[in-house]
């Protein structure tokens, strides 16, 4: 099988080692064999990055408006190839892996819409007769590191803002994943990037991303995936005193009171716990219920859950794809068992599926009469798992929410305006969802959270542009 080289100073470059992609609904196909870059590799990218920088942050806004407009259109005529492509390398559905690569193409437009309005602002000094501008310039070469689970709006939703506003990239997406990854770059690079601007090096955490984070080249680095990596990304670019915004986990609430609508709660629940196999980090992993709901709640969910049907990704009658590869599988089975072990009951699923096509399956777990001290309840399983919380009113049910040391989503269903209200002011996360999934975002407003779940300025949006400029300060006398 022919490699998926990495793409270093303008050249498609091979590499010694390189990487099967298996797909998780059929461990016997093979997506591809990517290349993995080297240490020595990713240094050479990173140059190449530097060099390619002033030039490339002197091109009018129109030249980068242009490629990326270009890519996105490209991207979106493409979706249901690279839906697919997606959906075998990440197990996602087909029509979850198309819509992903549609919201790609959408981010790469919208930002080149936002390459044209980089804002500045002029204002009156205190001075007689002098100006006072505030412009933004680029930050010069950023890494991206992505995770495996969007595989193609994530790399999307940093390469486009990254490029927008005149910046050199070097991306590192996940090891799972570099089917989408490759794919992107290739659009963007027959767009018209000029040589070094883009640089893919695919492979390892601990060879290419280390790379990365200790190159004194690199000017800022965006990270999406575990908190205990991005802890270690912030400490290593704190030492050489790199911009660093990370995007991390969730244990996010999803908070059902008595005055809501079952049948609305019970679908929102369902879709944001489950769907793309519950492996998201916006997933609706605690379902905070009243009393006076619990059991219709419960009832209609697992009613639902019998209804799905977990099977190969790319059957179009799938519901639910399979858990991602072996060691996120393990996890997830293992959090079953101290879920059980620690007393919580567990109400539908958890069990291992066999299908025609060997891979991950998994069946949708749901555990009721949990506390939140559970592990469970604490700490990111990041696969089909939720938990129901029996609480007795809003109030408590909005200090469980809150008792967490993730802030990434919180979602309320409700019919009261004056909870929803409540509940918008006074949940620690950094997006609300009223009668709606914690899970579904829109790519023109900002993505982040806060406390363990992000940290530095937000993705996303007009927002995007705090991160990848940088701000100058200019006086002129007469
Ligand atoms: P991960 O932390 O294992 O890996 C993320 C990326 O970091 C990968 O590209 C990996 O190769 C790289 N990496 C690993 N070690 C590194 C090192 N020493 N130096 C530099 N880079 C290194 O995460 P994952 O398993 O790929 O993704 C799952 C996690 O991502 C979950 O915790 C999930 O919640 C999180 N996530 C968060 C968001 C968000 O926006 N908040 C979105 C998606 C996923």
């Not at 914690?438 to 530095?456: L, W």
Request: charged letters at 20%; aromatic letters at 8%.
């Amino acid at each position: 099988m022919n490699m998926q080289a990495n793409y270093i100073a303008g050249d498609w470059v091979d590499s010694s080692d390189a990487n099967d992609n298996i797909n998780p609904s059929d461990l016997s196909n093979v997506v591809g064999r990517y290349a993995r870059a080297s240490a020595a590799q990713t240094e050479q990218a990173i140059a190449a990055a530097r060099a390619a920088f002033p030039a490339w942050a002197a091109t009018t806004p129109q030249q980068r408006a242009d490629i990326l407009e270009a890519a996105g259109n490209e991207i979106m005529a493409r979706k249901a190839e690279l839906g697919e492509l997606l959906s075998r390398e990440e197990g996602k559905t087909l029509a979850e892996g198309i819509g992903e690569t549609m919201r790609a193409g959408q981010i790469f437009k919208f930002f080149a819409g936002e390459a044209l309005r980089t804002p500045g602002e002029k204002v009156a000094s205190i001075r007689p007769g002098v100006d006072v501008e505030i412009t933004r310039e680029p930050l010069g070469v950023i890494g991206i590191i992505t995770p495996w689970n969007f595989p193609i709006a994530i790399p999307a939703w940093k390469l486009a803002p990254a490029l927008a506003f005149g910046n050199c990239v070097v991306l590192k997406p996940a090891d799972l994943v570099p089917g989408c990854a490759w794919a992107i770059s290739d659009i963007l690079v027959r767009a018209g990037l000029p040589a070094g601007v883009l640089n893919l090096v695919m492979g390892r955490g601990s060879v290419v991303g280390e790379a990365i984070l200790s190159s004194p080249q690199i000017d800022g680095v965006s990270f999406t995936g575990s908190v205990a990596t991005g802890k270690h990304v912030a400490a290593k670019c704190a030492e050489s005193l790199k911009k660093v915004q990370l995007e991390m986990g969730g244990k996010n609430p999803f908070v059902v009171l008595d005055d809501a609508d079952v049948g609305v709660a019970a679908d929102a629940a369902v879709n944001g716990a489950f769907f793309s196999t519950g492996q998201r980090c916006t997933a609706s992993s605690r379902l905070i219920v009243t009393e006076g709901i619990h059991d219709s709640f419960v009832n209609t969910v697992i009613e639902k859950l019998k209804g799905l049907k977990i099977d190969n990704a790319l059957d179009p009658t799938t519901h639910i794809g399979p858990v991602v590869d072996q060691s996120q599988l393990d996890q997830d089975l293992s959090y079953i068992e101290a879920g059980q072990k620690e007393g919580a009951k567990l109400a539908w699923g958890g069990e291992r599926l066999n299908r025609e096509t060997e891979g991950f399956y998994l069946q949708p777990a749901l555990f009721t009469e949990t506390s939140n001290d559970m592990r469970v309840n604490r700490e990111e399983i990041f696969g089909p798992v939720a938990t129901v919380l029996r609480v007795k009113d809003y109030d408590e049910a909005l200090a469980t929410a809150n008792d967490t040391s993730f802030g990434l989503s919180a979602g309320i269903a409700t019919s009261s305006l004056k909870h929803a209200s409540h509940f918008k002011r006074n949940a620690e996360a950094g997006m609300v969802m009223v009668n709606l999934p914690t899970a579904g975002v829109d790519y023109h407003v900002p993505f982040g959270g806060r406390k363990g779940s992000s940290y530095g300025s937000r993705e996303q949006g007009r927002y995007a542009v705090e991160f990848y400029t940088t701000v100058k300060t200019s006086y002129t006398a007469p």
